[in-house]
């Protein structure tokens, strides 16, 4: 199913997180103290919002990416990225004296991956976040890595009445907790979902554990909470509606799984900017997601807007 097409292509500005990467494919992610010879690397850029954006320019958005960066080595390989999957990099704050973010990401010969990251202090030093970025915006997408921007930004959004989807991945419990109750659309990953509620923390069966966490989401402001659960599909609940699941959408073979995520939250705000209901917003983005992970190469595996009717 299709979401509706719009007159005008939708636009989405991200306010968030851009890093290097550094990708090993391995035949299996290490349990212990070891050395471990990579079959292939290669450097890529990532980040949740910057891949997000990706996703979303290869479906057919007007994507614009905001986000304090070091003024370093990386800078040039950013905007190289971005120019060549069409996205608007002229939001990029250059913050003299930081450092940029850079994540080691692991992937074995199942698509399972593991990240080490260091995050960039870029969001400590860049001073206030200027919300005139989101003037001609229909959806805010951001993420909780630089978590005074994403805040402002969500504000300046909820003032707008402008659509925002916060991806509520693993984060302080802190942060999350400034965040979530001013999105529109809480997207958390299962992990995510249990660090902003603590319920990880406690007995109790999961199940309930993830009700329990959508509807803290729900009472602290968002208008629609999600989980996504892997090849256990999702689960999400509107404001006063029921709580409702989704499988996964079907994948024939799971090569990479890296920047799956990142990829749905890309879809799904391409789906709702063109008119979508929830149920076909989010399985078209569920779509988006499986398809990434088909392919190799994080975000460079995402699909484009011709590959989503073919399935």
């Not at 010879?37 to 890529?44: E, I």
């Amino acid at each position: 199913m299709q979401p509706p097409q719009p007159v005008r292509p939708v636009r989405l500005v991200g306010v968030g997180h851009v890093a290097l990467d550094h990708y090993f494919e391995v035949d299996s992610l290490p349990v212990a103290a070891t050395k471990v010879a990579a079959r292939s690397y290669r450097c890529l850029v990532g980040g949740m919002t910057a891949n997000a954006l990706v996703a979303a320019a290869r479906l057919g958005a007007q994507a614009f990416m905001v986000a304090p960066v070091a003024e370093d080595e990386a800078l040039g390989i950013f905007r190289a990225h971005f120019q060549a999957e069409g996205v608007d990099a002229s939001g990029l704050k250059c913050v003299p004296g930081a450092r940029h973010s850079v994540s080691m990401i692991l992937v074995d010969a199942h698509g399972e991956r593991t990240i080490v990251s260091h995050r960039s202090d870029a969001g400590r030093l860049a001073g206030p976040f200027d919300a005139a970025c989101l003037d001609a915006a229909d959806v805010l997408l951001t993420d909780p890595r630089f978590v005074d921007w994403a805040q402002s930004a969500l504000e300046a959004a909820r003032a707008r009445r402008l659509l925002s989807i916060l991806d509520a991945d693993v984060a302080p419990s802190e942060d999350l907790r400034r965040l979530v109750g001013l999105a529109e659309w809480a997207v958390f990953s299962e992990p995510g979902l249990l660090a902003y509620s603590a319920m990880g923390d406690l007995p109790g069966e999961r199940l309930q554990q993830i009700q329990a966490g959508l509807m803290q989401a729900l009472q602290a402001g968002a208008q629609v909470a999600v989980v996504t659960l892997g090849a256990r599909g999702l689960m999400w609940q509107r404001r006063g509606e029921a709580l409702r699941s989704m499988p996964a959408h079907p994948v024939d073979a799971v090569v990479d799984t890296t920047a799956a995520g990142d990829v749905f939250h890309g879809a799904l705000g391409v789906a709702l900017a063109s008119g979508g209901s929830d149920q076909e917003a989010l399985a078209w983005a569920a779509r988006a997601a499986a398809l990434k992970c088909r392919h190799a190469g994080g975000v460079l595996g995402a699909p484009w807007a011709r590959d989503m009717s073919d399935v």
